[in-house]
């Protein structure tokens, strides 16, 4: 079993930043793959960025968003920079374990002026 949970979520104006931070717990190691989705009203969730042996980005965020982990506290970080209206969305983080996929509760991402 493993437990994920997203923080950092907020309101931010178009072109600022904001960092979101995912903990996993359970049955947990290093190496496992962790990735970022989102989910905005009425659309589809959709893949952000994932890392595991490397990084990969969709390209709607490649060069803005960067995704990062420190394995000493099992965390993963999504640091997102010039934030556009469209990012608006639940971000969630998911992993998977053992043939499990896991996801977290979600963090709620608003860009508006």
């Known amino acids: 079993q493993v437990q994920l949970v997203e923080s950092g979520g907020g309101l931010v104006q178009p072109g600022g930043s904001l960092s979101l931070s995912c903990v996993a717990s359970g049955r947990v190691s290093s190496t496992i793959p962790v990735a970022w989705y989102r989910q905005a009203p009425g659309k589809k969730r959709e893949f952000v960025a994932s890392i595991w042996a490397g990084a990969n980005y969709a390209d709607s965020v490649k060069g803005r968003f960067t995704i990062s982990r420190d394995n000493t506290k099992n965390t993963v970080y999504l640091q997102m920079n010039s934030l556009k209206p469209e990012d608006t969305a639940v971000y969630y983080c998911?992993?998977?374990?053992?043939?499990?996929?896991?996801w977290g509760q979600g963090t709620q991402v608003t860009v508006s002026s």
């Open positions: 998911t992993s998977s374990s053992l043939g499990n996929q896991y």
